[in-house]
């Protein structure tokens, strides 16, 4: 069913160390958060969706690493969005040119949408979290997250749909087969967010508006979708707080959400 009406809506259309990308459109115009898909893979989503590669008028780009920036090369040869990142991920990003900078507290509106930025903790050049305002709703985003840092408790509030990130299972992690360095990064104050730091993140933007919960960049090896919906969902319940919550898939779309 083709979705191309006023509103807002959202689509987790991959999410984890494989690719992630998040589709966001109103009517006949839409933006990207991070481009971790092929190209073809893009126009088939947005085909789905009763639009195409014309209709896309920004790629927001959160950081330099290749899970999240890896379509973008070949999607720049046959679609002309802007591409919008932080200074320090567009240095990192070797050879790019004309994209605009989008530093912490400066909007940038692009269609319906305006888009804005906040600092995350992660081991990358200046990674950020993505506001979206649109349509009278907001989306907050940020699913590479080392801590649970003031800024970004800050930004999820007021948020109608929160993407945050439930990584990994400590214990899963702990056993599983990774080299100790690489569990250290993992579970570090610039790696990823466990599914109980998660869960706190969750509940903290629910508390303060949040009715739509994407759990986001699930590690294939250290989690399961199952333990991360249930660790939110239990922390929801304690808390009294109510908010639909959905685990986006790795590798495949996820649930849409209207608003």
């Not at 014309?54 to 679609?79: I, M, Q, W, Y």
């Not at 590479?144 to 408790?153: F, K, P, Q």
């Not at 250290?184 to 903290?204: F, M, Q, T, V």
Request: proline letters at 5%; a negative charge; one cysteine or more.
């Amino acid at each position: 069913m083709t979705r191309t009406d006023e509103g807002l809506h959202l689509w987790p259309l991959a999410s984890g160390s494989n690719g992630n990308a998040v589709l966001l459109w109103s009517g006949k115009s839409a933006i990207l958060i991070d481009d971790g898909v092929s190209t073809r893979r893009l126009s088939g989503h947005l085909a789905a969706v009763g639009l195409s590669l014309a209709n896309l008028e920004a790629v927001v780009l959160t950081h330099e690493h290749s899970d999240h920036v890896g379509g973008l090369p070949v999607l720049r040869k046959h679609c002309a969005a802007r591409i919008i990142a932080s200074r320090g991920t567009a240095e990192s990003l070797r050879g790019m040119k004309g994209y605009e900078a989008l530093a912490n507290g400066k909007t940038h509106e692009v269609g319906p949408f305006a888009i804005s930025s906040f600092p995350i903790p992660h081991d990358a050049e200046e990674p950020m979290g993505i506001i979206v305002d649109c349509c009278g709703k907001r989306v907050v985003s940020a699913t590479d997250v080392g801590h649970l840092a003031t800024d970004v408790l800050e930004a999820f509030r007021g948020a109608d749909i929160a993407v945050v990130e439930s990584n990994h299972d400590p214990e899963m992690l702990h056993h599983g087969p990774y080299p100790k360095f690489l569990k250290d990064r993992i579970s570090g104050p610039l790696g990823h967010l466990s599914n109980d730091e998660g869960a706190e993140l969750a509940i903290h933007a629910a508390a303060h508006g949040a009715k739509s919960l994407v759990l986001a960049h699930l590690s294939e090896s250290n989690n399961l979708p199952q333990l991360a919906h249930a660790s939110t969902s239990i922390a929801l319940k304690r808390s009294g707080r109510n908010a639909h919550v959905t685990v986006a898939p790795r590798g495949q779309p996820g649930e849409r959400i209207d608003l």
